[in-house]
């Protein structure tokens, strides 16, 4: 962690980050995402999220996925698949992870 400056005054070093700030959020204001888009992804969300909730519920043996792997490497390893609570959690992960991905490349600016 960068310590602050001990030569600029406290006031100085507070007012140019005030203004960084400022500038991301004059940058960010121009940003949009088309409502047909946006309800089409959170439909789509809604959609998967309730799906692996209701595998969950209704058989958690299911939620392992027959012990296979995940298709992300990061979740590859037999404990991920041989725990159900832990075959959720990561196919969760990478359903928030996919939605905010087609988040960020829906936006338009």
């Not at 204001?29 to 595998?55: F, I």
């Given at each position: 962690m960068k310590r602050p400056n001990p030569r600029i005054a406290p006031e100085a070093q507070a007012a140019a980050f005030g203004q960084a700030v400022g500038e991301i959020w004059k940058s960010?204001?121009?940003?949009?995402?088309?409502?047909?888009?946006?309800?089409?992804?959170?439909?789509?969300?809604?959609?998967?999220?309730?799906?692996?909730?209701?595998?969950?519920?209704?058989?958690?043996?299911?939620?392992?996925?027959?012990g296979a792997p995940l298709a992300d490497r990061r979740f590859a390893a037999d404990d991920w698949a041989g725990n159900s609570a832990a075959a959720f959690t990561a196919q969760n992960y990478l359903l928030n992870a996919r939605t905010l991905m087609q988040l960020a490349d829906g936006v338009e600016g």
């Open positions: 960010m204001s121009g940003l949009t995402m088309p409502m047909p888009a946006l309800s089409a992804m959170q439909a789509d969300y809604l959609k998967e999220a309730t799906g692996l909730w209701n595998g969950m519920v209704e058989s958690p043996a299911s939620a392992k996925g027959n």
